[in-house]
């Protein structure tokens, strides 16, 4: 049994943020840099090149990827064998206000009807997180997620009948085509897509938000009925034309993730959520043995 | 074909009528930023008859919230860049037709109103890689002044001195044409085409 203290979850915590907001994540970077040796168009390579550059730049000198730093939303994988001694909640929060006066991140988090901006990324709620306990894990895994908000502003959130769902999910398929086409440039394409379909509408919006917030965009699904809609709507997705930031070209999505719940049988809840290309993204596996590995430096792209 | 152009402020409609759709920008001079809140005020004191911190006649204006460092007497750009124009959108004729602005850059492209005040006014819409703060901030050779800056630090207007800023991307010219109305034709024709294959393979 480990018990983690609050000082070291502090520490780690902390890490997390500033790894998050300095780099994206290395599943992202590769397909960036395979979507640029793919690209025919002059503005759809010169916008790649840049996002390549700028990622490029913030990882040598340490500055923010984006001057925005997104949403925070810290999702814990919890093992039985090791425990917790520490509000998590509450150490992330003063991670994030340090990292803030540390100049990592913007001051952005705002009161929602007032507007106040506390200025220090404080504030009820912030960060998100979300706890599931793994009891076949020997290690318990905190990922941090910092998704942009102009994504945000693209996002579908719809409760289907039966009647709409269609055959094989058609309705499904061209809602996410549609949504696609209405974000245009706004998500700040390639985007990655997360799909949250089933349960309730507040469970659908989760799972969209943990599918493209917490896996890796290279990854493939466990579930082969979802791997196969991953791929079909990433490659129907991507012949749309969009294009990196909505300029026209051949990328328009990273990635298509998809998670699902049991629905009730009269309803089909699905929140489509938009991830700008900026996959901040930052975990560490902590065993039960005492070591612990940052999960991006153990990445291996794709064979 | 699309070109590659060099501009300094502040822009004359010459510079800014030649542009079309697809061409490639890069700036010499000043520059403004301005988001939600610093349009609200923009808005408030021209209808109180107050008078503008800042004189936007040629000017070029930033959809952006940058992140910066006080460092002694002067001001450091950490990052800086394009926020979501489309929020901006009730404002373009303000700017465009009473300021005088010319070139509005941003990201995710704007409106109707916006596509009639650039043509009316002869404006330009250019697209800022979006999420590069960095290499947007290497751009910024000296932060000249801030104005309202209790409206916060994304929300203040910076005046900042870029030098070969770029690339920005025309999205919207002042003939009319319009990349992004182009690029959703495209992919609407082309969603049609994926909806009937998946209809006929049922």
């Not at chain 1, 086409?181 to 799909?195: E, L, Q, S, T, W």
């Amino acid at each position: 049994m480990r018990v983690i203290d609050e000082k070291s979850l502090y520490e780690i915590a902390l890490e997390l943020v500033k790894r998050s907001s300095t780099r994206i994540a290395p599943d992202a970077m590769f397909l960036l840099r395979q979507a640029y040796q793919r690209e025919k168009s002059l503005a759809a390579k010169r916008m790649l090149e840049a996002m390549i550059r700028n990622a490029e730049l913030a990882a040598e000198t340490g500055k923010p990827v984006c001057q925005s730093p997104g949403y925070p939303v810290v999702y814990v994988k919890m093992s039985p064998a090791i425990i917790v001694n520490a509000n998590i909640q509450k150490v992330f929060q003063k991670a994030i206000v340090d990292a803030t006066k540390m100049g990592y991140l913007r001051p952005s988090m705002v009161h929602p009807i007032t507007r106040r901006n506390p200025g220090d990324n404080s504030g009820v709620g912030v960060p998100d997180v979300e706890i599931e306990i793994s009891p076949e894990q020997d290690y318990t895994e905190l990922t941090i997620s910092f998704k942009g908000c102009g994504a945000e502003l693209a996002n579908v959130v719809k409760v289907l009948t039966p009647a709409q769902v269609g055959k094989d999910g058609i309705g499904i398929k061209r809602l996410v085509l549609e949504s696609v086409i209405a974000a245009g440039g706004v998500p700040c394409p390639p985007v990655g897509i997360g799909i949250g379909i089933g349960g309730q509408i507040h469970q659908a919006t989760k799972l969209s938000r943990k599918a493209i917030g917490a896996r890796e965009w290279t990854d493939t699904n466990p579930d082969p009925e979802l791997a196969k809609l991953e791929n079909e709507l990433l490659s129907a997705v991507n012949s749309l034309g969009i294009g990196p930031a909505g300029v026209g070209g051949n990328t328009t999505a990273l990635a298509v993730k998809i998670e699902m719940a049991y629905t009730h049988t009269a309803i089909c809840p699905i929140a489509i959520n938009f991830h700008c290309w900026v996959a901040r993204r930052s975990g560490v596996r902590i065993y039960s043995d005492g070591s612990a590995a940052f999960k991006e430096d153990m990445y291996r792209p794709p064979i | 074909m699309s070109r590659e152009v060099i501009l300094t402020t502040p822009l004359k409609s010459e510079d800014v009528v030649s542009l079309r759709v697809r061409d490639v920008v890069y700036i010499n001079g000043v520059v403004y930023t301005a988001r939600d809140l610093a349009h609200i005020r923009i808005a408030e004191y021209l209808k109180e008859g107050k008078p503008l911190p800042v004189d936007l006649r040629g000017a070029v204006i930033y959809h952006a919230g940058p992140a910066t460092r006080r460092r002694n007497d002067e001001w450091e750009m950490i990052v800086i860049g394009p926020t979501t124009s489309m929020r901006m959108e009730p404002f373009s004729e303000l700017l465009l037709g009473r300021l005088g602005v010319k070139a509005i850059v941003g990201k995710g492209g704007m409106g109707e109103g916006t596509q009639e005040a650039l043509k009316k006014y002869v404006g330009v819409y250019l697209l800022a890689p979006p999420g590069c703060g960095v290499l947007q901030a290497k751009f910024v050779k000296r932060i000249l002044a801030v104005h309202w800056l209790d409206l916060g630090m994304p929300e203040a207007i910076w005046v900042l001195e870029v030098s070969n800023w770029g690339p920005l991307v025309v999205a919207m010219d002042s003939h009319g044409g319009n990349l992004f109305k182009d690029v959703k034709e495209g992919a609407v024709r082309k969603m049609h085409e994926i909806l009937k294959s998946w209809v006929v393979l049922q």
